[in-house]
């Protein structure tokens, strides 16, 4: 069982995400978001269309995070 403060502590971001809800998307208007996942014990940063992270509503296709943040910020 999971003591009150466990449950009630605020997950802290693994990663930063510079752009996260700056980036809108063109198929339906959302916000994108930050996301990672993990893939042959590397983590992949993504930037995910926010309908298509929460409601799974968007077909939007992901941003890779690493690439689009090297091609503003360099």
């Known amino acids: 069982?999971?003591?009150?403060?466990?449950?009630?502590?605020?997950?802290?971001?693994?990663?930063?995400?510079?752009?996260?809800?700056?980036?809108?998307?063109?198929?339906?208007?959302?916000?994108?978001?930050?996301n990672a996942k993990t893939s042959k014990g590397k983590a992949i940063r993504n930037y995910t269309c926010g309908n298509r992270y929460r409601t799974r509503t968007c077909t939007n296709s992901n941003l890779n995070a690493d690439y689009i943040e090297t091609e503003i910020f360099l």
């Open 1 to 34: 069982c999971r003591s009150i403060e466990e449950k009630t502590q605020k997950k802290t971001a693994k990663y930063h995400y510079a752009l996260s809800g700056l980036i809108e998307c063109g198929h339906c208007g959302a916000s994108y978001v930050g």
